[in-house]
């Protein structure tokens, strides 16, 4: 029986459930932790998969705070090679909150529409932990507690969302 082709698929857990034909490229998280890059580019032309790429690397580092959500994530990569690179790479798989956004919502007719669209996503992605930063609490100052939360309610003014600093402090500290 053939497979289907994921033409517009753009995430990895619907190609995988699906059964849609999809070429392995899971050893690209072997090569960005062999890599240990503090920043990385991917560039690809238009419709290369970057975003579903993307999303096969949330679904693989993703604590998304339920065991059983977790297990589910740990099942789509059943079969594919990254589950034979060894433990050092396995034991990486559900170990941290990830933030997944694309500027594809920001392409819009003006700055402000881009920028409220954005806004709306980031508060989306940090919405998507608000469980588990109510269960880290205690690990966060109240400072960053209200900030996270600022975010997640699309509270945060203009400058802080620009900034983005305490995000990053924020998500190393839960």
């Keep these: 029986m053939k497979k289907a082709l994921p033409i517009g698929v753009e995430n990895f ?4 459930k699906s059964g ?3 070429v392995d490229k899971t050893m690209l998280i072997k090569e960005l932790l ?3 890059g503090k920043v990385n580019l991917f560039t690809r032309p238009r419709r290369f998969g970057k975003t579903l790429n993307l999303s096969m690397l949330r679904y693989f580092f993703e604590d998304t705070g339920s065991v059983e959500k977790n297990k589910q994530n740990k099942e789509l990569f059943q079969g594919m090679k990254i ?3 060894g433990e ?3 034991g990486q798989m559900g170990q941290y909150q990830v ?3 694309t500027l594809k919502s920001a392409k819009r007719e003006s700055f402000e529409i881009a920028y409220y669209t954005m ?3 980031i508060a989306s992605e940090f919405d998507r932990h608000r469980d588990m930063v109510e269960q880290g609490k205690e690990r966060l100052t109240k400072k960053e507690y209200e900030q996270y939360f600022a975010i997640a309610d699309e509270e945060a003014d203009k400058s802080f969302h620009i900034g983005l600093i305490p995000v990053q402090m924020t998500l190393s500290r839960i």
């Design 34 to 36: 062999d890599l240990k």
């Design 99 to 101: 933030l997944n956004l």
């Design 83 to 85: 589950m034979d690179a």
């Design 13 to 16: 857990e619907d190609m995988v």
């Design 20 to 22: 849609y034909y999809y």
């Design 88 to 90: 050092v790479y396995t």
């Design 119 to 121: 806004r709306a996503e």
